[in-house]
């Protein structure tokens, strides 16, 4: 047999080559494949036996095991048993000089990736581990994007260094680990879907289907039908059969986003469904069987619309099994900061800006601001921020006039969003003054005041125009100053 040149297909791209194990008790022909797979690009290793085979196994893993059927002690068919308990993503191939059709079959049902006949020639195996190479390099293709997704969508996505929002990613880990309901309470923009989505993809049910549902968004009259389907020609205008959302979820999770604003009349068929774990679709005469972990989430005060009788109790206990509260920003001002830093770097990349950052006084004026929209205002506020910054780095003055107003001392906690009236009319001139590219002329007119009158609130405010060949913002005409 002559030296092949390495095989390209050998290597799965960015993982390396394709690790091969080959287990054969002749010592000639174990070393003839093992030379010849090694010269081919392969990662190979030899065991004379299944026993040292098994040691090397646990030893490093390995891709493909190629191995002999007939060997003294432990033979191939149960050194494949072996491997198929302790490693399933192995894929073993079995050789044997005693091949039949029945023979392959039977290796084939018991696990085995494919049959090959002694005497065979080396290209024949490197065929076979070609196709296992592809195989290979899809399946870690594959872990790779699922292993993005769990980065994504994992606990440490909520950003902070607070205790509170340790308690909840310790809660959101462990709440992963079973197939409970979770309820996740919290105010609007506090995070409640990232911690949903963390929730599934941390769990064993990752693989399965991740299905949001904003229960405040769908009309009563056709609640039914799309959270559970319906059957073609159940009513005018159903032309084809629709699954609803639980059976879209099933294996996987439905998230039941503002779950408290379902109608009081549609409860019951929710928690039927969820206790039945079935649905019947409308216009169906029998129910579909769904599996589905649920978890919900509320800005609501869920426990008082109970005591009202609002919502359901029996619904509200079936949801209420793990419940979690994440916190307002105004709860933990000092994780603002480091929150930010990430909000800038995912919008930078998300709109192909560069990340400018902040300067300690702009992070010093986010951590102020009471943020009554949470994690959703300041992911606002940013974007807002980013798109307007003419410096290096983001800084106060390119942080929305509501962030940039200072906190008064002893007043309400909402009262540090309101702005004085010097603030809001500099904010206000500085945006007019932006809409007519510092024509000063047009400005004057659109604000309804004579030039000299705006170049009055110009020099009060300290506001600064683009560069130009004259004075900043100078549209040409004479300074009504001067």
């Not at 399965?208 to 968004?217: L, Q, S």
């Not at 974007?383 to 003055?397: H, K, T, W």
């Not at 604000?447 to 405010?461: G, V």
């Amino acid at each position: 047999m002559t030296p092949t040149a390495a095989d390209p297909a050998a290597a799965p791209p960015g993982s390396g080559p394709l690790r091969v194990l080959v287990v054969e008790d002749d010592p000639r022909l174990l070393d003839i494949l093992t030379r010849h797979l090694d010269r081919m690009g392969y990662a190979v290793r030899g065991a004379p036996g299944a026993a040292a085979a098994l040691q090397l196994l646990e030893e490093a893993p390995a891709d493909v095991v190629l191995s002999d059927v007939r060997m003294p002690g432990m033979d191939g068919r149960t050194l494949l048993q072996v491997v198929r308990e302790r490693w399933p993503a192995v894929r073993v191939v079995l050789m044997t000089a005693f091949g039949s059709v029945d023979d392959a079959v039977e290796a084939m049902r018991a696990g085995a990736y494919t049959y090959v006949v002694k005497p065979f020639k080396v290209e024949v195996v490197a065929a076979v581990l070609r196709n296992a190479a592809r195989e290979v390099s899809l399946a870690r293709e594959v872990e790779g994007l699922r292993r993005e997704v769990r980065g994504r969508f994992s606990a440490d996505r909520l950003i902070g260094t607070s205790a509170r929002m340790g308690e909840v990613r310790r809660l959101l880990r462990e709440a992963a680990e079973v197939d409970a309901t979770v309820l996740l309470v919290g105010r609007s923009g506090t995070g409640k879907e990232v911690a949903a989505r963390a929730i599934h993809a941390e769990g064993p049910r990752a693989g399965g289907p991740f299905v949001a549902v904003n229960c405040a968004a769908i009309p009563e009259p056709l609640f039914e039908s799309a959270m559970f389907g319906h059957r073609r020609g159940a009513f005018t205008g159903a032309i084809e059969s629709q699954a609803g959302f639980v059976e879209q979820a099933s294996g996987g999770t439905l998230f039941l986003d503002e779950v408290a604003e379902i109608p009081l009349a549609q409860q019951a068929k929710l928690l039927r469904a969820l206790q039945e774990r079935e649905v019947t679709p409308v216009g169906a005469s029998r129910p579909v069987a769904v599996d589905v972990r649920v978890v919900a989430a509320t800005n609501r005060d869920i426990d008082a619309m109970v005591a009202r009788g609002s919502f359901r109790e029996d619904l509200f206990y079936r949801l209420n099994v793990l419940r979690i509260e994440l916190p307002p920003l105004a709860e933990r001002p000092g994780d603002v900061p480091a929150l930010a830093e990430h909000l800038l770097l995912e919008i930078a990349r998300d709109q192909g800006k560069p990340a400018l950052g902040f300067t300690e006084a702009a992070l010093e004026a986010l951590a102020r601001h009471r943020w009554p929209g949470n994690v959703r205002e300041l992911r606002n506020a940013i974007e807002r921020a980013l798109l307007s910054a003419r410096g290096r780095r983001i800084d106060v003055p390119d942080l929305p006039p509501a962030v940039r107003a200072p906190v008064i001392p002893g007043a309400p906690p909402d009262a540090s969003d309101a702005l004085t009236l010097a603030e809001v009319e500099k904010a206000h001139v500085e945006r007019v003054l932006a809409m007519t590219g510092w024509n000063r002329s047009i400005a004057a007119r659109l604000l309804d005041i004579d030039r000299r009158t705006l170049f009055s609130k110009i020099r009060r405010y300290g506001l600064v125009g683009p560069l130009r060949g004259g004075p900043a913002g100078d549209d040409g005409d004479e300074d009504a100053d001067g």
